[in-house]
T-cell receptor, first 116, second 114 residues
């Protein structure tokens, strides 16, 4: 089965705290891609990162970092020194070959609230 | 500017009144898709299209139709909307069906069916 699980429905932190959003996926594909998207209160979906299944190097972009571990099928997202502007719903997604076609499967999202 | 546009952005309608939500992209993308977003359920794929005249069902296609007569346009049609189709709808596109690239999303259409 192809599945993405974001077990944290909602997280609240105080500004400047670090926070990690969890993403666990299931797939039988050996080649697949993982994504994170941000949905701010304005509603649009903003692409954050893409990672392929052969690249397990962690990635850092400013205050954002991603930890990809194939051994645990996880692709977690950490925000360092969170800011109020980070308040949003964050979606993890998997792109894999499934039932004869490529499909994107999204998790249910994690709502992050950063309090001033 | 590279973008995916959707119209209308907001729509309130009544049960049974046919409606169309338009989607257009200017990036010459082959792959286009429609999703609905509901609280607690994330984004679920309704229909997708690999190229012109090639469409297929996603995970929740019941009550929806699509067409892909031109590469840039991918309208979503609700022939007889019902209240359970009240949702936030997103159109998305990406370069090729088998490419690893991310999807570009439209701004969303919030539909209310009373």
């Amino acid at each position: 089965a192809q599945k993405v699980t974001q077990a944290q429905t909602e997280i609240s932190v105080v500004e400047k705290e670090d926070v990690t959003l969890d993403c666990v996926y299931e797939t039988r594909d050996t080649t697949y891609y993982l994504f994170w998207y941000k949905q701010p209160p304005s509603g649009e979906l903003v692409f954050l990162i893409r990672r392929n299944s052969f690249d397990e190097q962690n990635e850092i972009s400013g205050r954002y970092s991603w930890n990809f571990q194939k051994s645990t099928s996880s692709f977690n997202f950490t925000i360092t020194a969170s800011q109020v502007v980070d308040s949003a719903v964050y979606f993890c997604a998997l792109r894999a070959f499934f039932s004869g076609t490529y499909k994107y499967i999204f998790g249910t999202g994690t709502r992050l609230k950063v309090l001033a | 500017e590279a973008q995916v546009t959707q119209n209308p952005r907001y729509l309130i309608t009544v049960t049974g009144k046919k409606l169309t939500v338009t989607c257009s992209q200017n990036m010459n993308h082959e792959y286009m898709s429609w999703y609905r977003q509901d609280p607690g359920l994330g984004l679920r794929q309704i229909y997708y299209s690999m190229n012109v005249e090639v469409t297929d069902k996603g995970d929740v296609p019941e009550g929806y139709k699509v067409s892909r007569k031109e590469k840039r346009n991918f309208p979503l049609i609700l022939e007889s909307p019902s209240p359970n189709q009240t949702s936030l709808y997103f159109c998305a596109s990406s370069l090729f069906p088998d490419s690893p690239y991310e999807q570009y999303f439209g701004p969303g259409t919030r539909l209310t069916v009373t």
